[in-house]
């Protein structure tokens, strides 16, 4: 029973070191890429001890790729990559086939659906003009008056309506209120796609500065890409510095 | 043949009825001292040092202390401890653990429950190395190939060992592989829109209640088939009151990779095939196996027959249908426990009868009574329902041991 015993202990112990080698193996050899990372719907932020990230090539926009076909969930898909002048990777186009001779990533489709841009202008009370895109937008119309809570650069982070009774303050970022003048909405086909490498593991409490660095744009991942497009998480660069 | 070492409440139990044996002049005073003398040394033990299901209950919460402990050191000085630091430690208690326990069960043999319990820590600590992999090299924590591994490497040392703690361990692990594995192949978005995993879960618990009692009827397995038993029971009669409920509405999913009854049911029915094996079955286990294989069979097919039932009559025929399928489960489960003097039975059924009883008088007499009565009524059943409970179940247990002395 001895023998037994340490048989499958041993086991065990080959499993996990297994699991070490593979990943260690795919971080010393697969080819390095950075990608630009998106905010988070900000009522799904930081859970726990890790980062949730999204990409940009997490929600690809079909109709601006060209691509005719469409796409289930769950199905294996691959996504041709093309450098940016920043040195960040971007999509291209997406295809179910594995590309030949060029750089892709693989992921795998969570759904296709039919998303909107908006584009809005938003007169404040000085009566100027603001030229917003937010990225939700639906449930707000012409006239309505809004508050927007924006950080330093621009972005929103969140969109609240206002009423004679209900007054919003901004938990984070800069308020701008005001009355929606004119609301444009452009429809098109959106595919969303997870790589498996939406969350990074953090020390308890470090999450939140990098949370806001990812809602910021500022944020960007470095990933190491098998040959076979499956990427895994290298490195985090807020401001072109190194997250340890 | 030594005494059991943790027979105590035989042990109590025999000096009463040793005691009224004596009475009624079945043996003499002479017979019961000697009889009670062999497991008196027991007793001692009891009375200085508190019996012994006291000990492994504090040695196992203590593994569970000190796995959560090792993972919660790790995970608070994230950064102040290097990869390999953090490697070296899971490597070294898992070692640890495990040796240490092996060596104070089977070979020093002077701390066999301390060792059982470190032993079920090295299994903890070898499902916490697995996570902590993950966060290393950032793989998505909802990634279920984690448990599934875990509860594979760990059922074979069951196995081995013949211990429940961890065969519980690596199904209750193997049940949670199950339902992230099927979430993720299937594409709706939240649990809360779809029914699919109330009868995936309940196919799983007949399943490993099926194998639970093939392991019963062979003796070498004997001892580890009350955790298949167990979970298995909970689980399926959780399922089968859930689907009690009106949820017919959110639907089935259509398009539900049918791998995982394909699995499931292969695994079942190899377990039925080889419980028709070994000699000296207990009473009923015809009608048992058979009801188990024509429920899982129901089961599937709704599943499969009926994703999307639009008509509203439909729905209530099928509820009701349902209804009287749960109900027949714990008339069966509570005649078979009887029957058979088995007391998981018993308790479960029981437990599933009075929560439906809770459930359908909410369902159907919240409309329908003044609010002031429905309390009133409802209170007042609940303490019948308790009392007549109570008494129903002393009968039945009581009976077993009547029976027990018949015989």
Redesign the interface.
């Given at each position: 029973?001895?023998k037994?015993?340490v048989f499958?202990?041993l086991?065990?112990?080959v499993?996990?070191i297994g699991?070490?080698a593979y990943?260690q193996y795919w971080?010393a050899t697969g080819e390095r890429i950075l990608l630009k990372t998106t905010p988070v719907d900000p009522r799904d932020i930081f859970r726990g001890?890790?980062v949730s990230l999204r990409y940009e090539i997490s929600s690809l926009n079909l109709d601006e790729l060209a691509v005719k076909q469409s796409f289930?969930?769950?199905e294996k898909v691959y996504v041709i990559l093309q450098k940016n002048p920043d040195g960040t990777f971007a999509a291209k186009s997406v295809s179910k086939e594995p590309p030949t001779g060029k750089k892709f990533i693989q992921g795998r489709a969570?759904?296709e659906i039919l998303s909107s841009k908006w584009e809005i202008v938003l007169k404040d009370d000085s009566e100027n003009l603001h030229r917003l895109k937010p990225q939700w937008f639906s449930s707000f119309k012409q006239g309505d008056r809004v508050l927007f809570c924006l950080d330093e650069r621009g972005n929103i982070l969140a969109v609240h309506q206002e009423s004679a009774g209900y007054k919003p303050e901004c938990r984070g970022g800069q308020p701008l209120s005001g009355i929606v003048e004119e609301i444009k909405e452009k429809k098109f086909r959106s595919l969303n796609v997870e790589y498996?490498?939406?969350?990074?593991?953090?020390?308890?409490g470090?999450g939140m500065a990098i949370e806001s660095s990812r809602n910021a744009r500022e944020l960007r991942v470095e990933v190491s890409l098998r040959s076979d497009g499956k990427g895994?998480?290298t490195g985090l660069f807020v401001n072109g510095k190194l997250v340890? | 043949m030594p005494p059991h070492r943790e027979d105590l409440g035989f042990l109590r139990k025999l000096e009463q009825e040793s005691e009224l044996w004596l009475k009624e002049g079945m043996i003499l005073p002479e017979q019961r001292k000697r009889i009670l003398a062999r497991y008196r040394l027991l007793k001692k033990a009891d009375e200085k040092a508190g019996p012994g299901k006291l000990i492994t209950t504090l040695s196992i919460l203590g593994s569970i202390l000190v796995g959560v402990g090792v993972i919660l050191f790790i995970?608070?000085n994230?950064?102040g401890i290097p990869n390999w630091g953090r490697?070296s430690i899971?490597?070294f208690s898992?070692?640890i653990s495990?040796g240490l326990g092996?060596y104070l069960r089977?070979?020093a043999k002077n701390y066999p429950k301390v060792g059982a319990s470190l032993i079920l820590l090295?299994s903890l600590i070898?499902g916490a190395?697995?996570f902590l992999?993950a966060?290393?090299?950032?793989?998505?924590?909802h990634?279920p190939n984690g448990p599934l591994?875990w509860g594979l490497?760990v059922l074979?040392?069951a196995y081995?060992?013949r211990f429940r703690s961890l065969l519980s361990l690596a199904l209750l692990v193997l049940l949670i592989w199950l339902g992230m594995e099927a979430h993720?192949?299937t594409?709706h978005?939240s649990y809360l829109q779809s029914v699919t995993m109330v009868p995936l879960f309940c196919v799983a618990g007949i399943a490993l209640w099926g194998i639970g009692l093939m392991h019963r009827d062979w003796r070498s397995l004997r001892a580890i088939s009350s955790p298949y038993i167990f979970i298995g029971t909970l689980i399926t009669f959780f399922a089968g009151f859930v689907l009690t409920f009106d949820l017919y509405a959110l639907g089935f999913e259509p398009d539900f990779p049918l791998i995982f009854y394909a699995g499931i049911v292969v695994l079942f029915l190899a377990g039925m095939i080889l419980r028709c094996y070994p000699e000296g079955k207990e009473k009923g286990w015809i009608p048992e196996t058979l009801g188990l294989v024509i429920l899982m069979a129901i089961v599937i097919y709704l599943s499969m027959a009926s994703p999307n039932i639009s008509p509203m009559r439909a729905r209530a025929g099928l509820r009701l249908f349902l209804n009287a399928l749960f109900g027949l489960e714990i008339f069966g489960l509570i005649i078979l426990g009887f029957i058979r003097r088995y007391s998981i039975y018993v308790n479960v059924g029981l437990l599933f009868f009075a929560l439906d009883v809770v459930a359908r008088y909410f369902d159907l007499f919240w409309e329908l009574l003044p609010r002031s009565l429905f309390f009133i009524a409802g209170g007042l059943l609940l303490l019948f329902g308790g009392i007549l409970l109570e008494r129903k179940r002393r009968r039945i247990l009581a009976s077993f041991n009547i029976k027990e002395a018949d015989e």
């Open positions: 029973m001895r037994t015993f499958f202990v086991l065990q112990v499993l996990l699991i070490i990943r971080v001890d890790y289930k969930g769950n969570l759904y498996g490498i939406e969350n990074y593991f953090v020390e308890e470090k895994i998480i340890k | 995970a608070s994230w950064s490697l899971v490597f898992l070692l495990y092996f089977y070979e090295g070898f190395g697995m992999i966060q290393i090299y950032h793989i998505t924590v990634y591994l490497f074979p040392l081995l060992l993720l192949q594409s978005h």
